[in-house]
């Protein structure tokens, strides 16, 4: 006698369902399970306007986002070296909005640029 054995899994957005089916000559079972997982809300993106980029960036990974982009909104194509002597004058997500991993992209400029021309 052999024994068979199928295992079918399939995965979806909402859930995993597994079915074994076994059997032999004599006999035959199957049995089925489901599992289905809760959906986990996504973060909200803060408010980071005016914030030095160091600080924007605390407040992103505080809502659980450990990677945030950044660029020059100068167009001088400068790279952010000390996080905190720049600040975000610009978001791309409103406050409030769902995010993940590398959606935030924050506009900066350096911070004697920003009190130089009286914003923040």
């Excluded at 995965?11 to 199957?30: V, Y």
């Excluded at 089925?32 to 909200?44: C, D, F, K, M, Q």
């Excluded at 720049?86 to 590398?102: A, D, H, M, R, S």
Aim: with cysteine; aromatic share 6%; proline share 4%.
């Amino acid at each position: 006698m052999h024994n068979k054995s199928l295992v079918f899994v399939s995965f979806t957005i909402s859930g995993i369902f597994a079915s074994c089916s076994t059997g032999n000559s004599n006999t035959t079972s199957s049995e089925s399970i489901a599992i289905v997982s809760t959906s986990v809300p996504r973060p909200l993106m803060p408010d980071v306007v005016c914030l030095n980029l160091q600080d924007a960036q605390d407040l992103i990974q505080d809502q659980g986002v450990f990677y945030s982009r950044s660029e020059d909104a100068s167009g001088l194509g400068r790279n952010q070296i000390v996080d905190s002597n720049w600040i975000v004058i610009e978001q791309n997500l409103k406050p409030g909005e769902p995010f993940t991993e590398g959606d935030a992209l924050l506009s900066v400029i350096k911070v004697e640029e920003a009190e130089n021309q009286g914003l923040c």
